[in-house]
């Protein structure tokens, strides 16, 4: 096969190399009338690929898209992003039509003389005032919906999570019964004690140590994430959620999940695209893909960084308190 | 003045000249050398991430002890995106366009015999090619070369026990791009100072042409922050080699605690884009200016809004220096600091946007004349238009939480800067060609190249977007890891055919441009009919440009069909006829 695929490359290269010289002994080299005459038809073709490219990309790509959001912030985001696109789209369906266009109307024709118009206020200001106003227009909502992300000072009884990121692996660390977590520094890790919790700190012995994180649908998480050795990045796409993992300082994001597991497995979407994965899996031979909520690495840490992920699973807030009781307290883990 | 006769060496002539002309095409030849090797890296990776399992032959011949039989390492993937990014920002589309236009034409479009110091502006070329050299030998080191990003942000770039190529590799990276700045440096001091103080009588700034504008404020961007790249380069040296914590904090690696205390790597961020942003316009203004002026000569028309052309490239000057922080929106900065940068971001969409119109408006009512270089111009303003529409999602930073890092933004950035800049740089071999070498391009494999290279950069680069909405992170090695990402494999494969068509589509461009410095028809003294100054010096090139007087300068360089003249052009050296009316 890459034999075949070899051979083709160099017949395409000698063809290739063959045609360039002839071309060479073309001694043409200022465009011509003829040549403003063909460009100008070529530019109009080539409206038509990229607007069929665009529309090409929507019809067949839009499966592979994200699912809607998964939390209440996320859907605030949504929303947001929907307008957001809808402007893009917009200007630039009309922008790159007028491109095209005059490429081709005002091709050069010999004797014509062009048009000298060098200046207009008017104009000038209708396209600085006009993307101005719809630009505050973006910037003010898109900063409410910003603080309304950032700012968790309102939140009523927020669950407590750390999130602790290491080459290259998650770990995940609940505040416990007093939703407090216990101060931690990497200074303390030993054995068993893989995130350095300070033991001497009351409000560590109830934190809950945990591999895979569970989280309960409409109540407000608040993450802490801390990272042990480079940069990492905490993405959990379909919350819309995303915060990096720094040495040294904690930072934090939060979200309300809005969606279980199960509710997302049976959303529209997600079934769509589940159905496209397994289509894809099942030629390859592959097992069947159930949906899952991920956290994956987004910033670059090394070279499993591809491969730094951690199962997130949403139930109802009974499920998941009960689930959590279940687990081992740090107090207990280290005994 | 013109008539030197000290005799000419090989050496002083092709070498250690102090010739604007010649250091001009001494930066055109390294930077396509450096971006033969850049865009050959980047296929190698497509390769890997179209195909992830498959052994290839190329990558086995050419990636030695950093390939399986055929498959290349997670390292080494991480080492090719990241010089791959190196070499494209810095050596290609910084020293590369900027080198060699801001040499090539200020000097000859403002009426000068050379630079204010031709010896600056040569130990900046011979820099700029030791910097390409060191960054050349870190590909040979044992552990690989640099592979933290090109954004390098420790402590991954800091520890070499975090990644193998943190160690020599990216120790060699430092030295490279130290010497780069230093290069760059004494590049943009030469500019400003050529503009400000050699232009000839009557050559006003207001009758500038926008190339120049474009390169004297670029030259400004460059010295306020390349020194802070300089600064936070210098202190990651520290970090890494004196045990200094200006990045570093408590940091376990490899079962031990390492002494670090105290330090912040949102630090290296800020300071690095600090430099970071701003090159982007460092690296796409000198290819508007480029733009505007063959879009203006080629559509036989002033450029629409010179005054605002120029406005609009202060202001994005001024503003660039305000906006780095949209880089870090998810870095765990103060979000209130997010959403400043949010307002300066999207401020700078404003003056981009009365440029997008305004070459929009000079092309209105024109008489095209489509030669190669108004192709890649045209091509140049749709891919700007593209890349910078999607930069409202990335610069505003709740829209930005979700696609941050992820393939959204290697498409944005890629039309914006990569494509466009590249497309200005093809526009400006392509127009000056004639004044570089004597000589003229091929017009038909000119055509070909364009247009190849136009529908391979949005087959790339379009679909792309869509990997990223899907939540790919970019630097991945492999999406094997995930079912998840099952369904972007297809979109993956596409996305490396049209970018072997485009890399490949290059070689036509090499060919042109190789065998017309030696074959390609003699150019007349001013093929395209323009206006400005450097279609008045002769074909042959002589030290000194001109070889009687300087040009006497009466008039801006727009003056394209302008009623009263017989011709469609008026070149800046005739006088204004009795009762005409300066533009």
């Known amino acids: 096969m890459t034999a075949i695929l070899y051979i083709l490359l160099t017949i395409v290269l000698a063809v290739a190399i063959w045609q360039i010289t002839s071309i060479l002994n073309l001694k043409g080299v200022i465009a011509t009338e003829k040549d403003n005459n063909t460009q100008g038809i070529l530019f109009v073709a080539f409206g038509v690929f990229f607007y069929g490219l665009m529309v090409f990309s929507f019809w067949k790509y839009s499966i592979i898209l994200l699912p809607e959001a998964a939390s209440v912030e996320g859907e605030r985001y949504d929303n947001l992003y929907l307008i957001t696109m809808l402007l893009i789209l917009f200007v630039q369906a009309i922008t790159q039509f007028l491109l095209f266009f005059f490429a081709f109307k005002y091709r050069g024709i010999k004797g014509r003389k062009a048009f000298f118009y060098a200046d207009s206020h008017k104009l000038e200001m209708i396209w600085t005032i006009i993307p101005s106003v719809v630009l505050a227009g973006l910037v003010l909502y898109g900063l409410s919906v910003w603080n309304d992300v950032m700012d968790t000072s309102d939140a009523e009884n927020p669950l407590i999570i750390e999130v602790y990121a290491k080459q290259f692996q998650w770990e995940a660390r609940y505040a416990g019964d007093d939703n407090e977590l216990g101060l931690a520094n990497v200074r303390n890790i030993k054995g068993i004690n893989t995130m350095g919790v300070d033991m001497t700190d009351k409000n560590a012995l109830d934190d809950v140590p945990v591999r895979e994180l569970r989280l309960p649908k409409g109540r407000k998480v608040i993450f802490k994430f801390r990272s042990q050795d480079v940069l990492h990045s905490a993405y959990m796409p379909h919350f819309r959620a995303q915060m990096n993992c720094v040495p040294g300082m904690v930072t934090q994001f939060a979200f309300t999940p809005s969606m279980t597991t199960e509710e997302m497995r049976a959303n529209e979407a997600t079934i769509a695209k589940v159905e496209g994965i397994n289509k894809i899996r099942a030629e390859k031979g592959e097992d069947a893909y159930e949906f899952d909520y991920l956290l994956l690495c987004n910033k670059i840490c090394g070279s499993s960084h591809y491969n730094m992920q951690m199962k997130i699973i949403v139930e109802e807030e009974a499920e998941f308190n009960s689930w959590l009781k279940s687990q081992k307290t740090m107090a207990q883990v280290l005994q | ?583």
């Open chain 2, 1 to 583: 003045m013109s008539n030197h006769h000290h005799k000419e060496t090989f050496i002083t002539k092709y070498v250690f000249s102090t010739d604007h002309k010649m250091i001009s095409k001494q930066y055109l030849i390294t930077g396509i050398f450096m971006g033969v090797i850049g865009v050959f890296m980047s296929i190698l990776f497509r390769l890997q991430i179209a195909w992830p399992e498959e052994s290839f032959t190329i990558i086995e011949a050419f990636l030695g002890r950093h390939q399986d039989g055929g498959v290349m390492t997670p390292d080494m993937y991480l080492a090719l995106v990241t010089i791959h990014g190196t070499i494209m920002v810095f050596f290609v589309l910084t020293a590369g366009l900027s080198g060699t236009f801001s040499n090539l034409l200020i000097p000859l479009q403002i009426g000068a015999r050379d630079m204010a110091s031709g010896f600056l502006n040569m130990v900046s070329y011979w820099l700029f090619f030791l910097s390409s050299v060191i960054m050349l030998i870190s590909l040979f080191v044992e552990a690989g070369p640099a592979a933290a990003g090109w954004t390098i942000y420790p402590p991954l770039s800091a520890l070499p026990q975090a990644m193998p190529g943190s160690g020599l590799g990216m120790t060699l990276w430092l030295v490279s791009m130290a010497i780069f700045i230093a290069s760059s440096l004494l590049g943009s001091l030469n500019y400003i100072v050529t503009v400000l103080n050699l232009r000839t009588v009557g050559m006003k700034m207001t009758r500038l042409p926008l190339t120049i504008w474009a390169f004297f404020v670029t030259a400004i961007i460059g010295v306020v922050s390349f020194p802070v790249l300089l600064s936070a380069a210098l202190l990651l040296i520290f970090d890494r080699s004196f045990g200094t914590s200006f990045y570093l904090s408590d940091i376990f690696i490899q079962g031990e605690v390492l002494h670090y205390q105290g330090g912040s790597p949102v630090l290296f961020e800020h300071l690095f884009w600090f430099l970071g942003h701003p090159e982007v316009y460092i690296v796409i203004l000198p290819a508007m200016g480029i733009v505007s002026e063959v879009l203006a000569a080629n559509s036989r028309k002033p450029i629409f809004g010179y005054r605002a052309m120029i406005g609009s490239i202060i202001a994005i000057a001024f503003l660039s220096t305000i906006v780095w922080g949209h880089h870090m929106f998810v870095s765990g900065m103060n979000p209130f600091l997010g959403s400043v940068f949010t307002f300066t971001t999207l401020l700078i969409a404003i003056p981009s946007a009365v440029k997008s119109f305004n070459w929009l408006t000079t092309m209105w009512k024109g008489n095209l004349q489509m030669n190669t270089a108004t192709l890649f111009s045209i091509g140049f303003v749709s891919t700007f238009i593209t890349g910078g529409l999607t930069g409202l999602v990335l610069g505003d930073s709740a829209l930005d939480i979700n696609v941050h890092d992820t393939y959204f933004v290697v498409a944005h950035f890629h039309l914006v800067m990569g494509v466009s800049a590249i497309y200005g740089m093809f526009a400006g071999v392509y127009h000056w060609f004639p004044k570089m070498f004597g000589r003229m391009m091929n017009k038909t494999l000119g055509y070909w190249h364009f247009w190849i290279t136009a529908v391979a950069a949005y087959g790339v680069f379009f679909p792309m977007h869509f990997v990223g909405l899907a939540g790919l992170p970019r630097r991945y090695y492999s999406n094997t890891a995930f079912p998840l990402f099952d369904d972007v494999a297809d979109v993956n494969i596409v996305i490396t055919l049209f970018a072997i068509l485009g890399g490949a589509s290059q070689i036509i461009f090499l060919a042109n441009f190789f065998i017309s410095i030696y074959k390609g028809k003699k150019a007349e003294q001013n093929p395209w009919k323009s206006n400005t100054l450097e279609w008045t010096t002769p074909v042959e090139h002589i030290h000194g440009n001109w070889p009687g007087k300087i040009p006497h300068v009466y008039r801006w360089a727009y003056d394209y069909s302008k009623p009263g003249h017989p011709e469609d052009f008026v070149v800046q050296t005739t006088p204004l006829l009795d009762g005409e009316e300066e533009s």
